[in-house]
């Protein structure tokens, strides 16, 4: 039983738009999510979060949406840079302080 | 400088032996946790430990068991390896209680059981 869920495996964007990665969630015990952005052969990196209690965090060219009613949060990069081509992973944290992760999402980035 | 590191980086051994995998922090963290990353690259929980509690998922088997020797390491040991233990294993740690929540992931060890 997923409770995380990314349900798009991949994505393509061209180098400068917007690149927008979704996440679904069905535990409303959860209380942060946190965007994580992986290369193959490394660990997942940080990348950016936000608290259950606010509905956006911006931080440089990477923003993050959170819609409780819906349980959904959203990762939008602008302008995208080839740079940014990774695997995209949404994790939620319940009160254990135990993160639990999407399946992931590739994003390219084509120059 | 590596904030999390994990030894072995590949480790390959044959079913029913007992293996170790080593981990890590230099960032002072208190709590460590271990992950596991299976063929569908599904990133599933399996330890979160600190020097007061150790949490474990529920469905990881009990032939894995977290030995933290200091605050600073977090080995992962496995007894009676089977086939399905294959996948990449990641140390992560973070610091509770500074509002930052994020976890900081080592680089991976490729379990390999043939």
């Known amino acids: 039983d997923q409770q995380v869920k990314q349900n798009s495996p991949s994505l393509s964007v061209q180098e400068g738009r917007i690149s927008i990665l979704n996440c679904d969630y069905t535990?409303?015990?959860?209380?942060?999510f946190l965007w994580y952005k992986k290369y193959p052969a490394e660990g997942p990196t940080f990348l950016i979060s936000?608290?259950?209690?606010?509905d956006k965090n911006e931080d440089g060219r990477f923003t993050v949406f959170l819609n409780k009613s819906a349980k959904h949060l959203s990762l939008h990069i602008v302008p995208s840079q080839p740079g940014d081509s990774a695997v995209y992973f949404c994790?939620?944290?319940?009160?254990?302080?135990?993160?639990?992760f999407g399946g992931g999402t590739r994003l390219m980035v084509k120059p | 400088d590596t904030a999390v590191s994990q030894t072995p980086k590949y480790l390959v051994t044959q079913m029913g032996n007992d293996k170790s995998i080593k981990c890590e922090q230099n960032?002072?963290?208190?709590?460590m946790y271990w992950y596991k990353q299976d063929s569908k690259k599904f990133l599933k929980i399996m330890f979160s430990?600190?020097?007061?509690?150790?949490?474990i998922n529920e469905t990881v088997p009990n032939r894995f068991s977290p030995k933290s020797p200091d605050k600073a390491h977090l080995n992962l040991h496995i007894n009676s390896l089977e086939l399905g233990d294959s996948a990449v294993y990641f140390c992560?740690?973070?610091?509770?209680?500074?509002?930052?929540?994020?976890?900081?992931f080592g680089p991976g060890t490729r379990l390999t059981v043939l």
């Open positions: 992560a740690s973070s610091l509770i209680g500074t509002g930052l929540n994020e976890q900081f």
């Open positions: 535990n409303s015990m959860f209380d942060y």
């Open positions: 936000i608290s259950s209690i606010k």
């Open positions: 994790a939620a944290r319940n009160a254990g302080n135990m993160l639990t």
């Open positions: 960032l002072g963290h208190d709590t």
């Open positions: 430990y600190n020097n007061k509690e150790l949490i």
